[in-house]
């Protein structure tokens, strides 16, 4: 068998810590290095081969990734949280956390997690950046009815936002002087400026090839519109990986923690170890769904029967992640059953 060596990275900004092993856990090399695309190439050059190496997921996890997939015989990512061994350590630097992220490879320990691949994790980017630009723009809009409030300035809340109406209240209303005025312009400018960046944004993900497909099928289903079929498709990635839907519903964070020992189990509200865009987008869709969805909408009302309206929304939201699934594993349109095959069922 050919010799396997294992390496423990400890990612940060300006620095790579590394600790190299062999199979029987004798160190090789270890050290830092600078943490730069042409460093990262000339150290590659000088470790033994075959090599695989394992790092934790942090911000500056994704280009290393890239930078050494070609030339590893397998690269794995280890969930943060899941380090319990780092995290609980009386003594901590880079040089140990190295040699241990090594350690848990090398004994097939580490808490790996899952990497998308480049192509997804450069749309999602895009995505998530839109998502910052919506909320700049709300931002924005707040400002504009603050700004009439401190003034005391009368409006029409539902007609605010309209170009021509705004126009209209600032040229006609008595109460707003030339600083207030210049100072609505400026958040009104602001507040289209991100919209048409949000707009564009959203329609360069909708027409790309990658994702064209999957997103016409998603949104097939009752509820599911451009936005949340792009946050599904890009923030899950491989539907594939997940081998249940109880595993999907926990990683978009619509259930709560379990904690048990012997006898006694307690249960948490909703888990803060989940994708937060998903949880964000899925409710939000939840609270629409019912007014497209006959079958969402009875769900909705019973499940509103037996507790409150929060329980329905999650109900419903649990619900749209079964039909995602569905939809996104088969690789088929959502179809709608009849009520007449319903009833003979």
């Not at 400026?193 to 090839?209: F, G």
Request: one cysteine or more; aromatic letters at 6%; glycine letters at 4%.
């Amino acid at each position: 068998m050919e010799r396997m060596y294992y390496i423990g990275l400890d990612v940060h900004k300006r620095k790579i810590s590394y600790c190299v092993k062999d199979g029987a856990g004798k160190v090789c090399s270890e050290g830092s290095l600078t943490a730069t695309r042409l460093e990262l190439d000339v150290w590659m050059k000088t470790l033994p081969k075959p090599w695989t190496a394992a790092m934790e997921a942090t911000m500056f996890t994704g280009w290393i990734y890239d930078q050494l997939k070609p030339h590893a015989a397998a690269l794995k990512v280890a969930h943060p949280l899941m380090l319990r061994a780092i995290a609980a350590a009386k003594k901590k630097n880079d040089r140990i956390d190295a040699s241990k992220i090594c350690d848990c490879l090398r004994c097939d320990f580490l808490p790996e997690c899952y990497m998308a691949p480049t192509a997804i994790r450069e749309r999602r980017r895009t995505l998530r950046y839109r998502n910052l630009l919506v909320r700049q723009m709300v931002q924005m809009k707040i400002k504009i009815s603050s700004l009439l409030m401190e003034a005391w300035v009368s409006y029409n809340k539902q007609r605010l936002h309209k170009a021509g109406y705004f126009r209209e209240l600032l040229a006609t209303n008595p109460d707003i002087d030339e600083g207030l005025g210049s100072l609505l312009r400026l958040c009104r400018e602001t507040a289209v400026r991100l919209q048409t960046a949000e707009s564009a944004m959203v329609r360069s993900l909708e027409h790309d090839s990658l994702l064209m497909d999957r997103l016409e099928r998603l949104m097939t289903i009752p509820a599911v519109g451009p936005i949340t079929a792009l946050t599904w498709t890009l923030e899950v990635g491989d539907v594939q990986r997940f081998s249940s839907i109880k595993k999907a519903i926990s990683y978009c964070g619509l259930c709560g923690a379990e904690k048990s020992s012997g006898s006694t189990v307690q249960r948490t509200p909703l888990s803060k170890q989940r994708n937060k865009h998903l949880q964000t987008t899925l409710i939000e869709a939840a609270k629409m769904a019912p007014r497209n969805s006959s079958d969402l909408a009875m769900l909705y009302d019973k499940e509103k029967r037996k507790g409150n309206a929060n329980r329905a929304t999650l109900a419903v939201a649990r619900k749209l992640v079964v039909y995602l699934m569905a939809v996104d594993r088969g690789r088929r349109n959502f179809l709608v059953m009849e009520e007449s095959a319903r009833t003979a069922a």
